[in-house]
Nanobody
Framework: DVQLQASGGGLVQAGESLRLSCAAS????????MAWFRQAPGKERVGVSC????????AYADTVQGRFTISGDNTKNIAWLQMNSLKPEDTAIYYC????????????WGQGTLVTVSS
């Protein structure tokens, strides 16, 4: 079974940093496009960032561009999301997801990790 385990969330103050981790098992990590999504209270889940399986190219939502960095290690089957200069509006449950179809469909999801940013 494919399993994604997200961790690293917590309570921080505005301006601080957090690094989220997504540990994958049961899959060939190098073949998956990995992404982070988030869902704020009362809002829909939205994409934050993704990293392609092939060339490792990355993409970011406008709201996090320049503050967040996604990366991955195919040897360790881990993806990270480095979040700097956090803002209260970044408060959400963050989910990692994996896709075999370059993001057209997200087949695998982690359980989510809560990030709370206080002002």
């Amino acid at each position: 079974d494919v399993q994604l385990q997200a961790s690293g969330g917590g309570l921080v103050q505005a301006g601080e940093s957090l690094r989220l981790s997504c540990a994958a098992s049961g899959l060939t990590f190098s073949t998956y496009t990995m992404a982070w999504f988030r869902q704020a209270p009362g809002k829909e889940r939205v994409g934050v960032s993704c990293i392609a399986s092939g060339d490792g190219s990355t993409a970011y939502a406008d709201t996090v561009q320049g503050r967040f960095t996604i990366s991955g290690d195919n040897t360790k089957n881990i993806a990270w999301l480095q979040m700097n200069s956090l803002k209260p509006e970044d408060t959400a449950i963050y989910y990692c997801a994996g896709s075999l179809s370059d993001g057209r469909r997200w087949e695998s999801w982690g359980q989510g990790t809560l990030v709370t940013v206080s002002s």
